[in-house]
């Protein structure tokens, strides 16, 4: 239809399978999965897309925020070498999420609604 998520949008189908508690799906994914294998299943830049960083946070695109956190300029795979609670600390001071975790969440319920759509 639109673009391709390259098996984002499976992998989301397979998460929602069973009827209830979707979300609570995709918290599960987020809260299993450490850092790497959660950005090799969904790249950094679909998972918080232009459309949602500039709707929820000061940044245009994922490079500008990891510019701005002082993350290894455009290279999402760099998080993963920040520790969580220096990452948590740079997105509750720039943005209105608690953590990273928390901005991941909503950055996968709003790809998933949008692909829903």
């Known amino acids: ?11 989301l189908g397979k998460l929602q399978g069973g009827g209830s508690g979707g979300s609570g799906g995709l918290s599960d994914l987020l809260n299993k999965l450490p850092m790497g294998e959660l950005l090799q299943k969904l790249p950094l830049e679909q998972l918080l897309n232009s459309e949602f960083l500039q709707q929820h946070t000061p940044f245009k695109s994922a490079a500008e925020m990891l510019q701005k956190f002082g993350i290894g300029g455009s290279d999402p795979n760099e998080l993963q070498n920040v520790p969580p609670q220096e990452l948590d600390e740079k997105v509750n001071a720039n943005t209105k999420f608690g953590s990273m975790q ?4 909503k950055g996968m319920e709003f790809m998933q609604q949008r692909q829903g759509k």
């Open 1 to 11: 239809m639109g673009f391709n998520l390259g098996g984002v949008g499976d992998m």
């Open 102 to 105: 928390e901005m991941l969440q």
